[in-house]
């Protein structure tokens, strides 16, 4: 197997066209070319300037989950640090995180944050839905997304092996001289997300949830919202 480094776009869209898989950390993709055998080319973007910015507003597909430190909101900041071990951390990628893994602790906090994915093609680089770039698995350059007023991230104590832990992330944005709330929920492998505005108390916003999907969610899931939307709503109203 040959692994490109590229280390400008135009070198990155050339190792695409000539079908190499991208890898970030190999966390995953390690064991199922063991298993199912190796690809001719391989391409890691680790030296790729574009996939490796951290904030603000932007977070760089190679960029190892343990780097990901207060130049990004909250939500995101927390979703990383608990992902894996520290050993999956110090080696897994935003890219292969977002793209690649079943679990995607990641992409509830990208969804709040309303995060755009910058993909790239062989002949283009642009920005996505990022719903859409994870689904049809993209190449993902990194995320963009506009600062959040706060956010806030939880995610509840799983045993290894046993069902995904329920993930809740929050974030408020400002938006036309009001602010609306973000709310993005894993439950099982399934991401559900919404936004309502917020106005000056959480109940009025928590009742326009319940009336979404996440009014179809089981009461202990429901009263994780309720909680983190309830503090997250005084924080941005002590601001
Ligand atoms: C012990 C263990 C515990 C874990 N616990 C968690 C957890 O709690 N929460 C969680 O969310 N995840 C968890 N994971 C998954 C972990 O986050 C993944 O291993 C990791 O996200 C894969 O990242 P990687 O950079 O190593 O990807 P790789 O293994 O290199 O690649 C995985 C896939 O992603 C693709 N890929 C990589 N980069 C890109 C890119 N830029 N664009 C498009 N496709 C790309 C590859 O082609 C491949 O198909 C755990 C993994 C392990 C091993």
Same mark, same amino acid.
């Given at each position: 197997m040959l692994l490109h480094l590229p280390t400008s776009v135009t070198e990155a869209q050339e190792c695409m066209a000539h079908g190499a898989v991208p890898v970030g950390?190999? @966390?995953?993709?390690w064991a199922a070319w063991q298993r199912d055998g190796f690809p001719e080319q391989a391409m890691s973007l680790r030296n790729l300037p574009e996939a490796n910015a951290i904030g603000p507003g932007s977070l760089g597909a190679? =960029? =190892?989950?343990?780097?990901?430190?207060?130049? =990004?909101p909250e939500v995101l900041r927390r979703a990383a640090a608990g992902v894996g071990t520290g050993a999956v951390r110090r080696t897994a990628t935003v890219g292969g995180n977002l793209v690649?893994? @079943?679990?995607?602790?990641l992409l509830p906090a990208a969804l709040v944050l309303d995060a755009r994915a910058v993909t790239l093609e062989t002949d283009r680089t642009y920005e996505t839905d990022l719903a859409e770039a994870v689904a049809k698995q993209h190449l993902l350059l990194g995320l963009r997304w506009r600062e959040p007023l706060a956010s806030a991230y939880h995610k509840a104590a799983g045993d290894a092996g046993g069902p995904p832990p329920l993930v809740v992330a929050t974030a408020v944005h400002a938006e036309d001289g009001g602010r609306r709330l973000r709310v993005a929920v894993r439950d099982g492998y399934e991401v559900l997300s919404d936004s309502t505005p917020l106005d000056t108390d959480a109940e009025q916003a928590l009742h326009a949830l319940e009336r @979404?999907?996440?009014?179809?969610?089981?009461p202990a899931a429901r009263d994780v919202i309720r909680r983190q939307v309830t503090a997250l709503a005084g924080r941005v109203s002590d601001s």
């Amino acid at each position: 197997m040959l692994l490109h480094l590229p280390t400008s776009v135009t070198e990155a869209q050339e190792c695409m066209a000539h079908g190499a898989v991208p890898v970030g950390g190999a @966390t995953l993709i390690w064991a199922a070319w063991q298993r199912d055998g190796f690809p001719e080319q391989a391409m890691s973007l680790r030296n790729l300037p574009e996939a490796n910015a951290i904030g603000p507003g932007s977070l760089g597909a190679a =960029v =190892v989950l343990n780097r990901i430190d207060d130049r =990004v909101p909250e939500v995101l900041r927390r979703a990383a640090a608990g992902v894996g071990t520290g050993a999956v951390r110090r080696t897994a990628t935003v890219g292969g995180n977002l793209v690649g893994s @079943t679990l995607r602790c990641l992409l509830p906090a990208a969804l709040v944050l309303d995060a755009r994915a910058v993909t790239l093609e062989t002949d283009r680089t642009y920005e996505t839905d990022l719903a859409e770039a994870v689904a049809k698995q993209h190449l993902l350059l990194g995320l963009r997304w506009r600062e959040p007023l706060a956010s806030a991230y939880h995610k509840a104590a799983g045993d290894a092996g046993g069902p995904p832990p329920l993930v809740v992330a929050t974030a408020v944005h400002a938006e036309d001289g009001g602010r609306r709330l973000r709310v993005a929920v894993r439950d099982g492998y399934e991401v559900l997300s919404d936004s309502t505005p917020l106005d000056t108390d959480a109940e009025q916003a928590l009742h326009a949830l319940e009336r @979404t999907e996440f009014g179809s969610l089981d009461p202990a899931a429901r009263d994780v919202i309720r909680r983190q939307v309830t503090a997250l709503a005084g924080r941005v109203s002590d601001s």
